[in-house]
């Protein structure tokens, strides 16, 4: 048995009780130091035997064995494989069957756990008599995407509610220039208060510029080409910004009106969007691509479209937008240009032509310190034009009709006779004569560099030589595949002059000193 002072010793270090300090002692036969490392190193053991009860033994327990083995006649002991020798219930360790008990005890709890929570997760379904729960049926489901005033559908309409709250929800309320165009129109058929307390200051403003409920057409898109099939009008629709002051006044000047109301209501089916409105995805979709509704200089936005094919007949877009006056007889004419009817033949427009690619070789310097700024204004941030079109304007041009054309109408006889007299200069040129490069005298000759598409040349001249050898000499040597082709020569900047204006002057006169000139060729 362990000395006294070595157990109060391990007792006064551990901790522990006295009868695990007394069991500890004993299984490290009384060395203090090996039993202080074993208790700290197993925690399992420390817990074992400080719930065990004290120590009666005077000695090392050892475990009893039943006896093992057995004598033959010749008095020879046979020990049997201690693999095959079973263990008593008392040759079990104590602190493996308070640990074996403990995990069999947690395995039971965990059991017990998974089955409640399978019993939960198939409660109320059938299985079979093995316990299998049966499969699940089989579901086909249809997504469809909601329709306005599609009442037949509780779905569609459930969803369409919910998301007309959300976006006027993002409406501040305390702004009257910030109003759904598709709140609900009760407000439209609300009556002005009469004799009440006099209306404050954003009452007003938002009763004037609220949108046209009562001119609006709440249907979807498909629904009003067919309702304007149907009915034989056309459909109005105007793009909101509701940031942009000016789309509101459109609310204030425009659907205001009476004379454009009335025209609006027998002619057209009139629908009314904020850019940012799920309800214009479609019609963004179709006539704003690129990301058009974007560009601010785009607002205000209103269009006709043809309900029967859908096409975009007619566009008023940017600023500055006409007044209700000028947009009334805009609209009238209109209607008295285009029809609806079955055989009736409205105007086409005119195929628009490419913009012609600009050399810059050729440009003079004030063309290219003009295409240098607009660039750098661009590059900006300055100010831009709408990049939305009017296919209006293209059927006018084709039917030469419309403002522009009688401006240029009246300088057409001086362009013609400008043109004509040069071509006749062009042609007095004679294409016999070949130029033959005088000796090299820098005092009497010049270097000429002729600078075309393909390359340049460079040509020997006399200073005292006129300007219209140079056309001698290109007229009677054409480029190769340029023979008899019109032709013009330009100095370069800063004059930038056609020279076919001084033909009679020499090449010291003109300043051709040295020059270079640009060779261009009039081609259909």
């Known amino acids: 048995?362990?000395?006294?002072?070595?157990i109060a010793a391990f007792v006064g270090?551990?901790?522990?009780?006295?009868?695990?300090?007394?069991?500890?002692?004993?299984?490290?036969?009384s060395d203090l130091e090996q039993a202080v490392q074993l208790w700290f190193a197993d925690e399992e053991l420390q817990r074992s035997l400080s719930n065990?009860?004290?120590?009666?033994?005077?000695?090392?327990?050892r475990p009893n064995r039943s006896r093992i083995g057995r004598e033959d006649a010749q008095g020879?002991?046979?020990?049997?494989?201690?693999?095959?020798?079973?263990?008593?219930?008392?040759?079990?360790?104590?602190?493996?069957?308070?640990?074996?008990?403990?995990?069999?005890?947690?395995?039971?709890?965990d059991a017990a756990m998974a089955k409640r929570l399978q019993e939960e997760l198939y409660s109320g379904q059938n299985a079979d008599d093995s316990g299998v729960r049966a499969p699940m049926a089989r579901i086909t489901e249809t997504l469809v995407a909601p329709a306005y005033g599609d009442?037949?559908?509780?779905?569609?309409?459930?969803?369409l509610e919910q998301m007309r709250r959300r976006q006027q929800a993002r409406v501040r309320p305390n702004n009257p220039f910030a109003q759904s165009v598709w709140e609900e129109n009760t407000r439209a058929s609300r009556p002005e208060s009469l004799g009440g307390p006099e209306p404050s200051r954003a009452s007003r403003l938002a009763e004037l510029f609220r949108p046209p409920y009562d001119l609006m057409s709440h249907l979807s898109w498909d629904e009003a080409r067919d309702e304007g099939k149907d009915s034989k009008k056309w459909i109005l629709v105007n793009l909101q910004d509701m940031s942009d002051f000016n789309c509101q006044a459109l609310n204030r000047d425009?659907?205001?009106?009476?004379?454009?109301?009335?025209?609006?209501?027998?002619?057209?089916?009139?629908?009314?969007?904020?850019?940012?409105?799920?309800?214009?995805?479609?019609?963004?979709?179709?006539y704003l691509p690129n990301e058009a509704h974007r560009n601010p200089n785009n607002y205000p936005h209103v269009s006709i479209i043809d309900p029967r094919t859908g096409e975009q007949v007619k566009v008023f877009s940017g600023i500055p937008f006409p007044t209700a006056l000028e947009f009334h007889a805009q609209l009238a004419e209109f209607l008295d240009r285009y029809s609806l009817s079955a055989h009736s033949k409205n105007p086409v427009p005119k195929v628009k032509r490419p913009e012609r690619t600009v050399d810059v070789d050729r440009m003079t310097e004030e063309e290219m310190l003009e295409m240098a700024l607009q660039n750098s204004l661009d590059a900006n941030g300055g100010p831009k034009q709408p990049n939305i079109h009017d296919p209006d304007e293209l059927t006018k041009s084709a039917e030469g009709k419309g403002k522009e054309p009688a401006e240029p109408a009246e300088s057409a006889p001086a362009e013609s006779e400008a043109s004509?007299?040069?071509?006749?200069?062009?042609?007095?040129?004679?294409?016999?004569?070949?130029?033959?490069?005088?000796?090299?005298?820098?005092?009497?000759?010049?270097?000429?560099?002729?600078?075309?598409?393909?390359g340049r040349i460079i040509r020997r001249f006399r200073l005292d030589e006129p300007v219209s050898r140079i056309y001698e000499w290109l007229k009677a040597e054409p480029l190769p595949g340029k023979e008899?082709?019109?032709?013009?020569?330009?100095?370069?900047?800063?004059?930038?002059?056609?020279?076919?204006?001084?033909?009679?002057?020499?090449?010291?006169?003109?300043?051709?000193?040295?020059?270079?000139?640009m060779l261009e060729f009039i081609e259909d």
């Open 76 to 109: 020879v002991i046979h020990i049997d494989s201690d693999d095959d020798v079973p263990m008593t219930e008392n040759e079990v360790d104590d602190g493996d069957e308070v640990a074996g008990v403990a995990r069999r005890a947690q395995e039971e709890e």
């Open 13 to 29: 270090i551990t901790g522990a009780n006295r009868t695990a300090a007394e069991r500890m002692l004993e299984l490290c036969s």
């Open 254 to 286: 425009i659907w205001k009106d009476e004379a454009i109301r009335s025209l609006v209501k027998e002619n057209f089916i009139f629908l009314q969007y904020d850019k940012d409105d799920y309800a214009a995805e479609q019609y963004i979709t179709f």
């Open 52 to 61: 065990a009860g004290p120590s009666t033994t005077t000695a090392p327990s």
């Open 484 to 517: 008899g082709v019109e032709f013009e020569l330009k100095s370069m900047p800063p004059q930038g002059t056609n020279l076919i204006d001084h033909l009679d002057e020499t090449i010291e006169e003109a300043g051709l000193a040295n020059a270079v000139v």
């Open 420 to 454: 004509s007299a040069q071509e006749s200069a062009f042609a007095r040129i004679p294409s016999d004569r070949p130029h033959v490069e005088p000796p090299a005298d820098p005092k009497t000759t010049t270097r000429l560099q002729v600078r075309n598409p393909p």
């Open 1 to 6: 048995m362990a000395a006294e002072e070595e």
């Open 151 to 159: 009442d037949d559908d509780d779905g569609h309409a459930a969803i």
